[in-house]
């Protein structure tokens, strides 16, 4: 979508600007997830963007009008210069949330963020019960520490988020997960249900939860938003697996967000690496304003027009915008499809045999992330 003169396209002057981002500041991570969404083939430290050029890419930001700034990665603590990027981002006029597993954190290295103007936090945990925790990101005593961390949080003044992603080997324990973010005083307790992509993917076959697993957890948690009315809000949607109808995937590509991977590659969305084909273009070589809108992965699938049927005939499509393009390609191969999630979906029935799949053995043969 070039401009032609020094006039822009008129799709391009219709554009809004975003307002977040994900900086993925690295991949190197100490845990070893299943269920990371982060790609199979991870980046290694030699790749990373230095201090300097994520500094540029957060003034940049800051200047195009985004807002806030997810520092994730990998594990961000793993960087060592995350105060001086923290402070970079603050001073970009950007609201600083920390995604972090917490396992590399002491109150001294908090206490630096704090100083360094860190507004969240937002802390994964694994499960309520400890050793199945630790089996989940093959830490020993990750659990304990990340107990420790949370007080930290706390007690530095900071909003905490409890970040705890479910699947078929700690969904039964829900009651537990929501009585421990309570004690933990969290403000907010985030049951994000397992995204297949990346070493997730590899994963699907340990982690899928049974169709009884994710009803009696949907109750759990809407009786338990009630409890908790007033003292921690919950945020919990129904599993894409298990829905009759997609989810407006990132209010839409290119729409009002965009991630940063480690090496720089500017991305409409955290896992669009995972579709093969597409061509990403880098920080190093663009501004993030002329990737935003010049580039043509971002063009792809703005809007609707890019839409098939049953899509681009059907009354929901400025609702749901068609779903997920990484859903769509990773289950039918083909990211411009309809997501298979949507029971309109002429390949609907690779949901339904997935769900339905009835090997769920309980013993786990993970295939840790490395
Ligand atoms: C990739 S992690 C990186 C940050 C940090 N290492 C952590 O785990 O908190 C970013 C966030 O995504 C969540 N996450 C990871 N894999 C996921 C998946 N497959 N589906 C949904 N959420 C996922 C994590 O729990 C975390 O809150
Ligand atoms: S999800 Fe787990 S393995 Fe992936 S980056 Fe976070 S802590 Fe590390
Ligand atoms: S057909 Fe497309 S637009 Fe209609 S509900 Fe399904 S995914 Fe949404």
Redesign the pocket.
Known sequence: MSAVGTEPAPEVAALKPPIGMLAELTHRCPLQCPYCSNPVELVRRSGELSTEEWADVFRQAGAMGVLQVHLSGGEPTARKDLPELVAAARSADLYTNLITAGVLLTRESLGRLVEAGLDHVQLSLQDSVAENAERIGNFRGGHAKKLEVAGWVVEAGLPLTVNVVVHRQNLDHLDDIIDMALGLRAHRLEIAHTQYYGWALSNRHNLMPTRSQVERATAIAQAAEERCRGRMVIDYVVPDYFAR??KRCMDGWGSQFFAVSPRGNMLPCHAAETITGLTFSSVRDHTLRWIWENDETFWKFRGTAW?PE??RS?D??D?????CRCQAYALTGDASA??PV?E??PRHDVVVALVELDDRSNQPDYIYRR
């Open positions: 109808r997609p839409m049953p899509c059907c929901r499509r609702l749901d915008l068609g779903g309809t997501d949507c309109l979906s």
